[in-house]
């Protein structure tokens, strides 16, 4: 069965940087675009970045651009999200999720999430 | 950008009828996704392109998709319903996902 898993996260200060990874398995991970999401603790679901399956296009939100930046190794199955100059607001469960295309890219299947603490 | 707008909230006693509402402009020339999210827990897809449900998912859960709304239906709620539900749409002029803010479900 399709399964992805993060890893990565921890209590990071803010202006550092962190990589996190995502371990797909189940599937042919080669085809597939994948998704980034994350949830601030209590609030609701934010999307942060897509990569085709070749990645040869991605795209981040905004609120990210220029500070995040995801990729892939196909060849090991893993999807990444380098982050860089952390902000306290970026503290947050982050998902990977596999993207399925249907008039648009949607995750269809997520991992259980990675925590990312941004504090002094 | 596209903006996707839920209630807060729906509450519904067990065996009845849950509609949650997703509204956007013209948002029914998108196709919508909905997934179920319950406390501690990662999202779980339970109706793409306006009104298909994953493999495993309940025929409880339907989905429509007209004008400027859309719609997540669950018949015969149960306790195990539970949880906070997400519509969810790609927004084409900016190549992003679109989540709306979320409704909490509560089963009385």
């Known amino acids: 069965q399709v399964q992805l898993v993060e890893s990565g996260g921890g209590v990071v200060q803010p202006g550092r940087s962190l990589r996190l990874s995502c371990v797909a398995s189940g599937f042919s991970f080669s085809p597939y675009g994948m998704h980034w999401v994350r949830q601030a603790p209590g609030k609701g679901l934010e999307w942060v970045a897509v990569?085709?399956?070749?990645?040869?296009?991605?795209y981040h939100a905004d609120s990210v651009k220029g500070r995040f930046t995801i990729s892939r190794d196909n060849s090991k199955s893993t999807l990444y999200l380098q982050m860089n100059s952390l902000r306290v607001e970026d503290t947050a469960v982050y998902y990977c999720?596999?993207?399925?295309?249907?008039?648009?890219?949607?995750?269809?299947?997520w991992g259980q999430g990675t925590l990312v603490t941004v504090s002094s | 950008s596209y903006v996707l707008t839920q209630p807060p909230s729906v509450s519904v006693a067990p065996g009845q009828t849950a509609r949650i509402t997703c509204g956007g402009n013209n948002i029914e020339t998108k196709s919508v996704n909905w997934y179920q999210q319950k406390p501690g827990q990662a999202p779980v897809l339970v109706v793409y392109?306006?009104?298909d449900r994953p493999s495993g998912i309940p025929e409880r859960f339907s989905g429509s998709n007209s004008g400027n709304t859309a719609t997540l239906t669950i018949n015969r709620v149960a306790a195990g319903d539970e949880a906070d539900y997400y519509c969810q749409v790609w927004d084409s002029s900016s190549d992003h996902v679109v989540f709306g803010g979320g409704t909490k479900l509560t089963v009385l």
């Open positions: 392109d306006d009104s």
């Open positions: 999720a596999r993207a399925i295309y249907s008039n648009g890219w949607y995750p269809d299947y």
């Open positions: 990569i085709w399956y070749d990645g040869s296009d991605k």
